[in-house]
């Protein structure tokens, strides 16, 4: 019997060896993913934030230009009805 028993014992040390394998590689993989998560939210933060920051730059170059070609149109209609 203890011949018997010896294979048997070996598929068992062999399954716990695996499930001990493939939890260490599912917590691995969850590891990552809860990273890639974290990364991803705060990327889209930041971008969210430099995107703010270009509107209210554009707002500010569209009003500048709309300033600097009102000057320049009231100079020009000075000259001319002047």
């Known amino acids: 019997m203890a011949g ?3 294979p048997v ?3 068992i040390h062999q399954d716990w060896a695996n ?5 260490v ?3 691995s993989i969850k590891k ?3 990273f890639l998560n ?9 971008l969210a934030t430099l995107n703010e920051k270009l509107t209210a730059l554009e707002r500010r170059i569209e009003y500048i230009e709309a300033r ?3 000057k320049s149109l009231t100079r020009v209609c000075r000259t001319f009805f002047v």
């Open 38 to 46: 974290s990364f991803d939210m705060s990327c889209r933060s930041r």
């Open 9 to 11: 014992q070996r598929e």
């Open 32 to 34: 990552i993913a809860d």
């Open 4 to 6: 018997q028993e010896d």
């Open 68 to 70: 600097v070609c009102f």
């Open 19 to 23: 499930r001990e394998y493939i939890e």
């Open 25 to 27: 590689i599912t917590s």
